[in-house]
């Protein structure tokens, strides 16, 4: 147990999902000349090749996130199809007000993909930690959410993005990721899927993306004794996902939000809504900023989402 499954899996010669993501929207804008990538980050190598071969729709916008949205706005009501790419905090938070006015109220067609959700960017303080972003999010009208939590889920839920005329989130992580997909075992549709589901457990975790590698961790290390459930679209939250949990006697969700407004508080009232008789048990952040360094699973470790803790509990 003590050694790190996840640092030993980050060590391998992964591409990061920000990349896979960047590739493939390159790739359906070589052939529709209506789609267009804005961003104020030139730090993703896979956005080389677009501003070299597609200047004409790559938009570097400068250090003003606020502008991009509302210039992706025009951009979609001149019926283009628009990505915008940026860190999680600073496409978010620093534009609320522009995707209100600019994007939600208007159901415009476009598309953020916000990368170093949660505190992916270990270190670098409460300015890069993005541990409100699905609270922030979720409140808008007309937005889809999605979460992926490897390169196959992310490039599904891509092209999906790009065949359809809405208003998506996309959250990426930081890190690369272990694929934990494959076109037998990816579900789309429900927005959500299980990766370890036994016919005799009554308890089962919800989570997505990093963390998703890390509840499969914990059902190893007790016997596969907790189903897990990939939460990868947290809105509009899978109706289906109701039905499935109703046969468990405790729910855990565990995630890198703060506990007021992450998925955990939208699966806390279906229960209460449905009445369900189910125990539910939120593995999130305090509501507090985190100022420490010391790397992701440092920040676990202290404040509660620590490998231990978790198998402590279901324990």
């Not at 476009?110 to 409460?126: E, F, M, Q, S, T």
Request: net charge positive; charged share 25%; proline share 3%.
């Amino acid at each position: 147990m003590s050694k790190n499954y996840l640092d030993f899996k980050r060590s391998l010669d992964l591409p990061f999902m920000r990349d896979i993501v960047i590739d493939k929207i390159y790739k359906h804008s070589k052939k529709n000349k209506d789609i267009f990538f804005a961003t104020p980050d030139m730090g993703a190598p896979a956005l080389d090749e677009f501003r070299k071969k597609l200047p004409g729709q790559f938009i570097h916008c400068g250090i003003s996130e606020q502008q991009m949205i509302s210039f992706a706005g025009g951009l979609a009501l001149m019926q283009k199809k628009v990505f915008c790419y940026a860190m999680a905090p600073f496409i978010n938070s620093r534009c609320y007000e522009q995707i209100k006015c600019s994007i939600s109220a208007m159901d415009l067609n476009v598309n953020l993909i916000a990368v170093g959700i949660g505190i992916g960017y270990a270190d670098a303080g409460p300015t890069h930690y993005s541990t409100e972003d699905i609270c922030i999010m979720k409140v808008f009208p007309n937005i889809t959410i999605y979460t992926p939590s490897d390169d196959f889920s992310s490039s599904v839920i891509t092209d999906k993005i790009i065949k359809k005329n809405h208003f998506t989130y996309l959250r990426l992580d930081r890190d690369a990721l272990p694929n934990l997909y494959n076109k037998m075992n990816f579900n789309f549709e429900n927005g959500f899927n299980f990766l370890n589901k036994k016919k005799n457990n009554k308890v089962c975790i919800i989570t997505c993306g990093y963390l998703t590698h890390k509840a499969l961790q914990v059902c190893r290390l007790i016997n596969h004794k907790v189903d897990v459930i990939d939460l990868f679209r947290i809105k509009p939250f899978p109706k289906k996902l109701i039905s499935q949990i109703k046969k468990y006697k405790e729910v855990i969700t565990l995630e890198e939000q703060l506990a007021t407004g992450g998925f955990g508080a939208s699966i806390q009232e279906k229960i209460s809504d449905e009445k369900m008789n189910i125990k539910l048990k939120k593995f999130c952040l305090d509501d507090k900023y985190y100022f420490e360094n010391g790397g992701r699973e440092y920040l676990h470790n202290k404040y509660g989402l620590s490998l231990n803790k978790i198998i402590k509990y279901l324990r």
